[in-house]
């Protein structure tokens, strides 16, 4: 691996029980979140985890909390936000906003629990103009459902 392409994030601790984000694999996308409290999430029950971190993200660069998948499956733990948006002038902690999916059985997290995964992405800076006309285009306006039903 070219060590020239690795970004630096520098991460904070806000307190002892907080697990610095990392992935399962080099190449991975996603770095693990994990909980600094003790939840018990009831079916359908939503609310905010702490991670006990705050990074700088760099500028022209965002980050997105997204499920991981394996809890998303097995236990019906999913983001309410999904995907939860950081920008790099935030500073605060990281938090997840979590649901309880299964109509059935309550969802127990404990501390160094991996709740979510961190992606971070380049983004653009734009800036939006106002016209009174749009270029036309294939699709045009057709909306949800305009490309049709796949049988596969």
Request: charged share 20%; net charge negative.
């Amino acid at each position: 691996m070219d060590q020239n392409h690795i970004h630096t994030i520098p991460t904070k601790k806000l307190c002892a029980e907080a697990l610095i984000p990392h992935n399962a694999y080099v190449g991975d996308a996603g770095y693990d979140l994990c909980s600094t409290e003790e939840v018990v999430l009831q079916p359908f029950e939503r609310t905010l985890i702490p991670t006990g971190l705050a990074i700088e993200i760099p500028f022209g660069y965002a980050g997105f909390v997204v499920p991981r998948s394996g809890l998303a499956i097995k236990q019906g733990l999913s983001i309410v936000n999904a995907p939860g948006l950081i920008d790099s002038n935030y500073r605060g902690e990281l938090k997840v906003i979590a649901i309880n999916l299964d109509p059935h059985e309550p969802i127990s997290i404990h501390v160094g629990d991996r709740i979510a995964q961190l992606v971070i992405m380049k983004v653009e800076s734009l800036e939006f103009q106002e016209v009174a006309e749009l270029d036309d285009s294939e699709r045009g306006t057709g909306g949800f459902g305009s490309s049709g039903v796949s049988n596969a």
